[in-house]
């Protein structure tokens, strides 16, 4: 963020100085008191179990020296300068929405139940190979992360990928007015979060709200192979739509790909152009993800080259379809979320990637917020592990429920956690084994890797 003014935040954020002085400006916010530096303006959050204004002290002991306040009466360091405003959140969003609207840069803005982390990742190792480009860093795609994101931009970026979570109906509306892209994405819309939105219609509503903003200037790009998704295509808009998928005609289509243990080989059609493109992880999902980066490549006019060398410089987030090596085995974490079409997708990694090892291990958990859609879901993930898997070790409740789709396919255990789920996989390793780690970020099967590591050494 170029520095903004004390002055200026008062007109933004429509705030009053409650101490303080006029001559001090910043260069970005911050709403974690354990991550300020001397020029960040710390922005006090009142969550559900933390107030932000409990951590005023801390930031100015940490080199904070402007914090915005909704509470008055708040005794605060000397050294602060105060600025009282209505809401802290809105206060911050006003200032990512004045900050995202200084450049006029592209902004595109992703979203989807599954896949959107790994397409933005994508889609910024291919823009950054010519633009230089800003993403969201993390888990930064809710109503609190996108402003701290927008507020990162500064004049030197040349483009803005942007990763749009939801939990509810209306999630995206809070924040898409600030994020105003040129170009939104939709990765699909599966069963995410079916216990708070009740059917999947609502999901894809829930989704679409990311279209909102677009001018007739701007575009959608949607997963044409999606039942959802492909509606859209046949709606009159205001915006152009554009579509990515391997079946039917699309504006990007995958004419056709191979998948095998060293990653993806993709022959892909846009326009005039015929080319081929190779990616280092496996999967059809993977093929999808790519499509997207692909095509937003294409659409920025890169070259072939260019667009590869983004492929091949793509490094995953942490714990999401994360391959590597302990001795002499393979593991595939990917144990950051999980949803159905998730699972399988994971699972048909495993599949691939099993096919030079000798044992296919699946370590599958709860997946949650399934609501009453969660037994049907979790018995159908495991009849799905059946042929993708020699050994499955599922964990938690409704980790039963995948052992129990599973069947007699081949070696079952069911345990309660995570802890139990690394004791069991310790037992029963073995070198040139394979083994998969998924479930929902709550059953913290990220810890298995740990009894892995030990294990190979």
């Known amino acids: 963020m170029e520095s903004i003014s004390i002055d200026e935040i008062l007109h933004i954020t429509r705030g009053e100085l409650l101490q303080g002085t006029r001559s001090l400006a910043i260069t970005n916010v911050a709403i974690d008191s354990r991550k300020i530096n001397n020029n960040d303006l710390y922005v006090p ?9 409990d951590y005023i002290s801390q930031a100015c002991s940490n080199g904070g020296r402007v914090c915005l306040t909704e509470e008055r009466k708040r005794s605060f360091p000397a050294k602060m300068t105060v ?65 701290q994101t927008l507020c990162n931009l500064e004049s030197d970026h040349q483009i803005a990928v ?3 979570g939801m939990d509810h109906l209306g999630d995206i509306s809070k924040s898409i007015q600030l994020v105003d892209p040129d170009i939104s994405v939709i990765t699909n819309v599966g069963l995410s979060h079916i216990e708070r939105l ?66 993806l080989e993709i022959q892909v059609k846009w326009e005039d152009r015929n080319e081929v493109f190779t990616f280092n992880y496996p999967g059809e999902h993977n093929v999808y993800n790519c499509l997207v980066a692909i095509g937003l490549g294409y659409f920025y006019k890169m070259t072939q080259a260019d ?35 998730a699972m399988r997708a994971s699972l048909d990694v495993l599949a691939t990637l099993g096919r030079d090892y000798k044992r296919k291990i699946a370590i599958l958990g709860d997946m949650l917020e399934m609501g009453e ?35 007699n396919a081949g070696q079952v255990y069911q345990v309660s956690d995570a802890l139990a789920a690394g004791a069991c996989l310790k037992e029963i390793v073995q070198p040139e084994d394979v083994v998969l780690i998924k479930a929902s970020r709550g059953m913290g099967l990220e810890r298995v890797v740990d009894f892995i590591k030990e294990g190979g050494q």
């Open 45 to 53: 959050i009142i969550g559900e179990t933390n107030n932000g204004h």
């Open 83 to 147: 600025i009282y405003v209505v809401s802290t959140l809105a206060a911050m969003k006003a200032l990512a929405g004045f900050n995202r609207h200084r450049y006029s840069i592209p902004v595109i803005a992703i979203t989807g139940s599954s896949g959107k982390t790994t397409t933005k990742d994508l889609v910024a190792a291919v823009l950054s190979q010519k633009y230089h480009t800003l993403k969201t860093e993390g888990n930064f795609n809710n109503e609190y992360g996108i402003p």
């Open 198 to 263: 009740k059917t999947q219609e609502n999901i894809y509503l829930a989704k679409r709200e990311i279209l909102q903003t677009l001018t007739s200037a701007g575009v959608a790009y949607v997963n044409g192979d999606d039942e959802f998704l492909k509606k859209i295509k046949d709606e009159k808009n205001r915006y152009l739509v554009k579509t990515f998928g391997l079946k039917g005609e699309h504006t990007v289509k995958a004419l056709n790909y191979t998948s095998s243990q060293s990653g």
């Open 373 to 407: 859609y969660g037994p049907a879901a979790h018995l159908e993930v495991g009849s799905y592990a059946r042929d993708k898997a020699d050994i499955l070790i599922g964990v938690g409740k409704l980790g039963q429920e995948i052992c129990r789709g599973y069947e």
């Open 307 to 341: 667009i590869q060398r983004g492929l091949d410089a793509f490094v995953p987030s942490v714990n999401r379809m994360d391959i590597f090596t302990v001795g002499e085995i393979k593991v595939i974490n990917d144990s950051y979320n999980a949803n159905p079409d």
């Open 162 to 164: 942007i990763e749009m």
